[in-house]
């Protein structure tokens, strides 16, 4: 069973479009967070959730706009993508906030 | 800015011997500093974790050493192994602060063992 789970593993999709990116996580985490990894690897934390409410807002473009329906789960809706929104993106969790985060696998968004 | 400087950006070690990478943070709020471990094609995953009341904890063939005067952590790799090749992120977090809610990475080493 994965811990948390991120859909789809690979996005492409031409400039213009609007995307998501679904994540799940089965651990009973109460804190969820999106991050993004650039071509450098840079891990850049975008947005946290706890219980169900927005507690991270990172200086993101507001293209970006996260969403969780219940603590189990965290969405991320990009509208107008951009050629620069190329990157990984990553759902986490954690248990205690902010510590111990667990990852899920990835989303590879690539705009052309 | 970088709140969290790790270095090399790379190592190349032969098998068995002894991998280290460093890092260095500025902001004295930190109080959790973790080592997340990456694969390609995966995400990062908890490696170890010390907080700054210790000054070293080890696990299995890894140790993270802690110079809290120094704002400096480390992770040493013992008799590494080819399996070890990854990419390798130092991170840093407090629960207060103006930092309170973010953990933040180094900029990762991609360290190779060659067999």
């Known amino acids: 069973d994965t811990a948390v789970s991120q859909t789809p593993k690979y996005l492409v999709t031409q400039m213009g479009n609007d995307k998501s990116i679904k994540c799940e996580q089965n651990?009973?985490?109460?804190?969820m967070y999106w991050y993004k990894q650039d071509s450098k690897k840079f891990l850049k934390i975008m947005f946290s959730y706890n219980n169900k409410e927005l507690i991270i807002n990172e200086t993101v473009p507001n293209r970006f706009s996260p969403k969780s329906p219940d603590k189990a789960h965290l969405n991320l809706h990009i509208n107008s993508l951009e050629l620069g929104d190329s990157a990984v993106y990553f759902c986490?969790?954690?248990?205690?906030?902010?510590?111990?985060?667990?990852f899920g696998s990835g989303t590879r968004l690539t705009v052309v | 800015q970088q709140q969290v400087k790790q270095s090399p950006q790379s190592l190349i070690v032969q098998k068995g011997g002894i991998s280290i990478i460093n890092c260095a943070y500025e902001?004295?709020?930190?109080?959790?500093f973790p080592w997340y471990q990456q694969f390609p094609g995966k995400g990062p995953a908890l490696l170890i974790a010390i907080r700054p009341d210790v000054s070293e904890k080890k696990e299995g063939r890894f140790t993270i050493s802690f110079n809290k005067s120094a704002k400096q952590f480390s992770l040493h790799i013992m008799d590494s192994q080819p399996g070890d090749s990854a990419t390798y992120f130092c991170?840093?977090?407090?629960?207060?602060?103006?930092?309170?809610?973010?953990?933040?990475f180094g900029r990762g080493t991609q360290l190779t063992v060659w067999p």
């Open positions: 651990l009973g985490h109460d804190t």
């Open positions: 902001n004295t709020a930190f109080d959790y």
């Open positions: 986490a969790s954690s248990q205690v906030q902010f510590y111990g985060y667990t």
């Open positions: 991170a840093a977090s407090s629960r207060g602060g103006s930092t309170l809610g973010r953990l933040y």
